[in-house]
Structures are given as structure tokens and as C-alpha cells.
């Protein structure tokens, strides 16, 4: 079965401060998608910040970026500048290897606090 | 950006009540659906593909009489959770997979539902 280890239940980051939230997965596959989502307490499912596995590149949005380290099955997410806003659970995704292609596994969920 | 809308957002009812929630694709088609379950502090767990036009797709565990999943239209999904007890009490989140869209899942703000 395909597993994703959000190995951090909590995590606590001063405001302005950077934080970084791991995740590790286990594949198979050579080419498949990383996301990060974000549930705050009003519990949307928000989706952060992506990863392609056969893109070297780390992926980038705002203050949100990822170290993705392939080899390692490694995918955390680092939060730059660290916001009030940025409170919320956390959770790695990953589309298992026997879905059709849209269907996600969770990870366990990071909780973060911002401390003001 | 494509939105899911759920419906109820909260219930409270009775046990043995038969409660149905509503999963509405608001400007897109959506073949696929996908029913979740979260209890407190954890992580999402995938009860059903619901696939247009045919039967759900059930996870393992999950009862398929309790658990009554129709998906008669692209945009229309229903969960309806049959004799309810306290036990069936969580927070149920449904998300659709827009094909024209390179999201891999976008998700309805949730039902939280309670049986008393």
C-alpha cells in the first residue's frame, strides 16, 4: 500500500519565522504529482502548493515552497515569513499508485501553530 | 476557479434518521466524486469514489448499505448515511475532480454531523 508519514503531529513557528513541515511517501512510480493541502479551523480543504516528481525544480508559490528530494521519497514544506493566517493543519497528498489518477491518500496532518 | 458546494454545512438529528448531504460541481462536470470522512484531529479518510452514471467505488471497511452514495448527474453527488447513530457522528467533506482543471480534487466546505 501506498503510505504518506507526516512524522511532526505539531509544530510551532513565531510570526515572521520560517517553519518547515515534513513528509515522506513511498512509490513505485517515476512520475506522479506532491501536493500540500491546508485546513484551517473553518476545515476547507485548501490546496497550497504542488510538485511534479520529474521536475527538478523546487516548486515556489508566494511563501510557500518545498524541498522535494526524489531520491529520498522526501517532500516537506517550508513556510517563509510565517503569518497569523498560516494556523491550520497541514496534510502531504498523494495519489496512490492503483487510482485512477485523481484519487489522494492523506498524510496524518501537521498541526501549526503561529505564535503572535 | 471551479467550485464544490455541500450542503448541509451542519446537521443534528436523531438517532436511527436517514440524513442525505449533497455534493454540488457549481461550474464544472464532474465524472468523479469523492466522499471523506474526518474525525477530530485526524487526517481525511476516503470512504467512496462516486462515479457518474454508475456504482460507487467503496473503500474497504466502509458499509455500502450504511453508506448510500448516488451520483446520478455530472454535477450532482449525494451521501446519505441510512439509520444514523451516534456513532456515524464526524465531519464528512466531498470533493470533485474538474477534468479541465489541473487541480487533482477540489473540495466542498463539509457537513458536520451530529447524532444525538
Known amino acids: 500500500a501506498q503510505t504518506v508519514t507526516q512524522s511532526q503531529p505539531e509544530m510551532s513557528v513565531q510570526e515572521a519565522e520560517t517553519v518547515t513541515l515534513s513528509c515522506t511517501y513511498d512509490?513505485?512510480?517515476?512520475?506522479?504529482?506532491l501536493f500540500w493541502y491546508k485546513q484551517p479551523p473553518s476545515r476547507q480543504m485548501i490546496l497550497v502548493i504542488r510538485?511534479?516528481?520529474?521536475?527538478?525544480q523546487n516548486a515556489t508559490e508566494n511563501r510557500f515552497s518545498v524541498n522535494f528530494q526524489k531520491a529520498a521519497k522526501s517532500f516537506s514544506l517550508k513556510i517563509s515569513d510565517s503569518q497569523l493566517g498560516d494556523a491550520a493543519m497541514y496534510f502531504c497528498?498523494?495519489?496512490?499508485?492503483?487510482?485512477?489518477?485523481?484519487?489522494?491518500?492523506f498524510g496524518t496532518g501537521t498541526r501549526l501553530a503561529v505564535r503572535p | 476557479g471551479a467550485v464544490v458546494s455541500q450542503h448541509p454545512s451542519r446537521v443534528i438529528c436523531k438517532s436511527g434518521t436517514s440524513v442525505k448531504i449533497e455534493c454540488r460541481s457549481l461550474?464544472?462536470?464532474?465524472?468523479?466524486m469523492f466522499w471523506y470522512r474526518q474525525f477530530p484531529k485526524q487526517s481525511l479518510m476516503l470512504m467512496a469514489t462516486?462515479?457518474?452514471?454508475?456504482?460507487?467505488?467503496?473503500e474497504q471497511g466502509v458499509e455500502k448499505d450504511k453508506f448510500l452514495i448516488n451520483h446520478a448527474s455530472l454535477t450532482l453527488s449525494t451521501l446519505t448515511v441510512t439509520s444514523a447513530h451516534p456513532e456515524d457522528s464526524s465531519f464528512y467533506i466531498c470533493?470533485?475532480?474538474?477534468?479541465?482543471?489541473?487541480?487533482?480534487?477540489?473540495f466542498g466546505d463539509g457537513t458536520r454531523l451530529s447524532i444525538l
Open positions: 497528498a498523494y495519489p496512490p499508485l492503483e487510482s485512477s489518477g485523481d484519487k489522494l491518500t
Open positions: 470533493s470533485a475532480t474538474d477534468t479541465f482543471d489541473d487541480q487533482p480534487q477540489h
Open positions: 461550474d464544472f462536470q464532474a465524472t468523479t
Open positions: 512509490t513505485s512510480e517515476s512520475d506522479y504529482y
Open positions: 510538485q511534479e516528481a520529474y521536475k527538478q
Open positions: 462516486s462515479n457518474e452514471g454508475s456504482k460507487a467505488t467503496y
